[in-house]
């Protein structure tokens, strides 16, 4: 199953650019996938910031940090994939970058995000369809996108803590 250009909210700021759901024998997974057109990207300064060639060259998120912002925001809210044991796993796939060496997109002030969303070149495209193949490779037994429409929200830990510090008078 596919989505494109997915919205994860009701106004539409926070749209994914390809969201896959299947299942790799053991579980059901999504696969958030991020992809930019860029043929040029490089330092920012900033955390999580890179140059982009966007509007001839601004700072921008690293792509990979999008995608994993997308994931923590459907883990932080949606309690039905939490109880369904759904797997989510983001990455970002710059289709037009090709590799250089060092790669400035996977310098060691981004390992911390490249940890936790998988970051994929124009080089790497066999590496990235095996990827695709080791998460999503057979027909998920539940339906992701009905579990993200329709599933339980749950309230941030932040607004629960607002919220009660209302209720207690503070």
Known sequence: HIAIEYHLTAAGRWRIDALLSGNDGQRDNGMI?????????????GEGL?????????????????????????????????????GLHSSAYLFNLHRREPEPLEAERYQGILKEAKLFLADDAEKFRDYIELIVPKKPKRDLFQILENGKLRPSEELIRRVSSMLEGN
């Not at 996938?33 to 300064?45: P, Q, R, T, V």
Request: hydrophobic letters at 40%.
């Open 33 to 45: 996938i991020e992809l930019k057109a860029w043929d040029k990207a490089g330092f920012a300064d």
């Open 50 to 86: 890179v140059w982009s060639p966007l509007q001839g060259g601004k700072v921008s998120e690293h792509p990979a940090l999008q995608a994993k912002k997308y994931k923590d925001m459907i883990l932080r809210f949606n309690e039905d994939i939490h109880s369904e044991e759904i």
